[in-house]
């Protein structure tokens, strides 16, 4: 089993390391790996970000800096972790006592916090206002965790609290319930990432963008440590760049695999066969399929006759006449922008040669997205 964390390009206007990553881990882990998204953003911005990139649908889910965990599609809260997080936390102190320095301007409402307060401040004024505050928090009696991110952003968390305690507390928990992952990787760019490399077992990637005072503590803590590598690759391209590096299992993302018709009856996945059934889905709309006769016989080979395709709606159609209609749709996004993932791919094997695969698929057409399946 493993982690991971995963990582947004802003700089990646199509998505593409972000897709990469999705056929990856659909094809190959979704089934016995959990994926995890630790994220800085309060759950307002976390959604915000899900409905503007293609991002899959995590296991579980840390925000606000690892103040919050959730679990599931429904996102489940944890918690026992609020209960061990109100320990030594009286946020009206951190208020009272950070309104005290100029230097410190509010962030947005949204991204204030149960147990999280955040501020802006400028880059040549953190380090002396974080040495200043902590001495005044703790003459108040709080043990508070002050972290600084993305050379702007300023979290003031309870001690025990941050993306890496989540973790931690997680692994914890899997480990009671004789679920421990075999690995587990965690993937980061930023100052409140840098906890995450320092839970004992856990494998790490810096993405090649990584912030500096990442790389700073990198530097400083971590050099030497075998565990912990700087991607040459960013953002999600980093996490794969990284699975590789690490033996952590397969590395090579269908959507890199030119020729999707390698197709072998002895290698059969049911997951692996969905996610490049909408590969070639896509290539097919946008005109780019090689080989695509012989995909096609290998497609109704490997889909018995009796196969059925089920929509949500209810309605029913054979895999064979599904496949068959694909016709009409030959290049009609040829030069558009226009992609399709499919996330939660879960296979169950139903007879001794059928497998129900439940998914859903994302198309994105130009701006707009459309209809989840
Ligand atoms: C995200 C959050 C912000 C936090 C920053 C660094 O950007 O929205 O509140 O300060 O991450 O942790």
Not at 208 to 227: D, G, I
Request: hydrophobic share 35%; charged share 25%.
């Amino acid at each position: 089993m493993r982690d991971n964390m995963l990582q947004v390009d802003h700089h990646d206007p199509e998505n593409l390391s972000l897709l990469r990553f999705n056929a990856l881990w659909e094809s190959n882990y979704r089934n016995n790996s959990l994926l995890v998204f630790s994220t800085g953003r309060s759950p307002t911005l976390y959604k915000e970000l899900r409905k503007e990139k293609p991002m899959l649908t995590p296991d579980i889910t840390i925000m606000s800096v690892g103040t919050e965990i959730t679990y599931g599609n429904s996102m489940v809260p944890d918690n026992g972790w609020v209960e061990f997080l109100n320990k030594k936390w009286d946020r009206n102190i951190v208020s009272e006592e950070t309104s005290k320095f100029p230097e410190l301007s509010l962030q947005s409402e949204t991204e204030q916090r149960p147990h999280k307060v955040s501020f802006y401040v400028q880059k040549d004024k953190a380090q002396d206002v974080m040495k200043a505050l902590a001495t005044r928090l703790q003459e108040r009696g709080l043990d508070v965790k002050i972290i600084y991110s993305g050379g702007m952003d300023l979290d003031i968390l309870p001690q025990g609290a941050g993306k890496g305690q989540a973790l931690a507390y997680l692994l914890k928990k899997f480990k009671a319930s004789n679920k421990l992952p075999v690995n587990t990787l965690a993937c980061g760019d930023s100052g409140n990432d840098a906890e995450l490399f320092s839970i004992p077992d856990v494998h790490g990637v810096m993405v090649s963008n990584a912030q500096e005072e990442l790389l700073q503590w990198h530097a400083a803590n971590a050099k030497n440590n075998p565990k912990i590598i700087h991607a040459t690759e960013r953002c999600a391209a980093g996490i794969i760049q990284a699975i590789g590096h690490f033996n952590l299992g397969p590395s090579t993302s269908p959507r890199d695999v030119t020729d999707l018709s390698d197709s072998k009856m002895e290698n059969f996945d049911p997951a692996y066969e969905v996610v490049k059934l909408y590969l070639f889905y896509e290539r097919w709309r946008r005109a780019e399929v090689e080989n695509f006769e012989l995909y096609l016989a290998n497609l109704k080979a490997v889909c018995c006759l009796s196969g059925i395709f089920v929509h949500p709606s209810g309605i029913e159609q054979s895999l064979h006449d599904a496949i068959n209609s694909l016709k009409t749709c030959y290049g009609d996004k040829q030069g558009k922008q226009f992609r399709v993932w499919v996330d939660q791919v879960l296979p169950a094997q139903i007879g001794s040669e059928s497998w129900l695969v439940s998914f859903k698929k994302w198309e994105q057409s130009g701006e707009a997205w459309s209809t989840l399946y």
